[in-house]
């Protein structure tokens, strides 16, 4: 029989029932270090007082109207992540998937309204993910996602992570964007050098196709910038936004240039949910928190000790991990063993890490993280390999 819950997670035996920063505490009373923030998504950590009473706040005077009407708290947060990127304009989502979705119609319609209708192609990146829409999906295009789900979208190209010549003959006067993560997550923390960033920069610029940036799992300070692609000094045209944004509330955003989303007028796109009051007083919050003086300085210094501690981790186990990758706080360990082994191992040493392709365990701290936590978490690690490695 099928269970209640439709089956497409195979779960771990944990009940978390409430979460302190970065603790998680089990339903039986132990508590989890958490390095996986739900996948990249508790940016403040748990139960963050700013983000709390944001919530509660918004709660007791109104929930949803719609965007049939203005929403102040949607105002506000736009013009807040206006003025902190290259962006002219947001338009607020529930989830990465669904701004996905929109970066894909947004770069299609801009080409569409200039006259150029055919120009409906989006070049990705292998290891690349975008979500599970069927757009999401064929951008991937790997047997693992799509199969059974066909008949796919058409007008994506996919190309080698990395290798500059096959995009260079990828590009076509049917290219209508690049997609790139600038830190891939799920594919397994693999960071886009800043040439690689620059150099699709000025391949858009040359093919007047639109660079669109996801960084729907590297965005919201992970990285220790606002947002990855700056550690470039390039910007996107689109860029798709989730996860840390709403720090555990549903929210996600698409961000665009206006001339990128100058095809994007009234009628051409919507959602009920999006950019409710709720998801954009908790958004505003999270913005303030990673915006304020120091925050972002914080992160990358932490993020520097954090990845210190796992180069000692990995010479002293070489046997278990194989190099540390990433930047900030997106970490990733290339495992040895099996990283699903290693994962439940770390629930045994009650530490949360995240699973990736390319057998690595993504480390996606709250960036609240403490330098003690940062301490605790590299003496657990080094418990987790001692135990896969059969002396713990
Ligand atoms: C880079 C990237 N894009 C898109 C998505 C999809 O986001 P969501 O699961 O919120 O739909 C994810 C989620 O892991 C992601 O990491």
Same mark, same amino acid.
């Given at each position: 029989m099928i269970p209640s819950v439709l089956p497409t997670y195979s779960r771990a035996p944990l009940h978390f029932v409430k979460g302190e920063g970065s603790w998680l505490i089990e339903e039986d009373g132990r508590?989890?270090?958490?390095?996986?923030?739900?996948?990249?998504?508790?940016?403040?950590?748990?139960?963050?007082?700013?983000?709390?009473q944001a919530l509660t706040d918004q709660a007791q005077k109104?929930?949803?109207?719609?965007?049939?009407? @203005? &929403?102040?708290?949607?105002?506000a947060l736009a013009d807040r992540l206006v003025a902190a990127t290259f962006a002219d304009t947001v338009f607020f989502t529930n989830s990465g998937t669904e701004s996905m979705e929109l970066g894909v119609k947004m770069a299609r319609k801009y080409h569409y309204e200039r006259g150029e209708p055919d120009r409906v192609e989006i070049i990705t990146f292998s290891g690349a993910f975008h979500g599970r829409s069927s757009a999401a999906i064929a951008a991937v295009g790997t047997e693992k996602m799509v199969k059974g789900f066909g008949p796919l979208l058409p007008g994506f190209v996919q190309v080698p992570w990395g290798d500059m010549e096959a995009l260079e003959a990828a590009v076509s006067e049917r290219t209508a964007a690049i997609l790139i993560e600038p830190v891939q997550g799920e594919g397994g923390i693999n960071v886009a050098p800043d040439t690689v960033l620059k150099k699709l920069r000025a391949l858009c610029d040359e093919s007047g196709a639109l660079l669109?940036?996801? @960084? &729907?799992?590297?965005?919201?300070?992970r990285t220790g910038r606002l947002f990855a692609h700056e550690w470039a000094g390039v910007a996107p045209d689109i860029m798709l936004v989730a996860k840390g944004i709403g720090g555990g509330f549903?929210?996600?955003?698409?961000?665009?240039?206006g001339a990128a989303a100058s095809g994007m007028t009234a009628g051409t796109h919507g959602s009920t949910y999006g950019g409710n009051p709720l998801g954009c007083a908790v958004g505003l919050a999270v913005v303030e928190a990673i915006t304020a003086p120091g925050f972002l300085e914080e992160v990358r210094r932490k993020g520097a000790l954090f990845r210190q501690k796992l180069e000692g981790l990995v010479a002293g186990n070489p046997e278990v991990f194989e190099e540390v990758r990433g930047t900030g706080f997106m970490l990733g360990l290339k495992c040895r063993p099996a990283n699903g082994d290693v994962v439940k191992a770390g629930y045994e040493e009650q530490l949360i890490t995240v699973p990736a392709a390319d057998n690595v365990i993504r480390l996606l701290p709250a960036l609240t993280l403490g330098d003690d936590e940062i301490a605790e978490a590299a003496d657990r690690l080094d418990r987790v390999a001692k135990r896969v490695a059969g002396h713990g």
């Open positions: 508590r989890f270090l958490d390095l996986g923030s739900g996948i990249a998504v508790a940016a403040l950590g748990h139960a963050h007082p700013a983000i709390v109104l929930w949803h109207v719609s965007n049939l009407y @203005e &929403i102040p708290q949607q105002q669109m940036a996801d @960084e &729907i799992q590297s965005g919201m300070g549903p929210l996600g955003a698409v961000l665009a240039t």
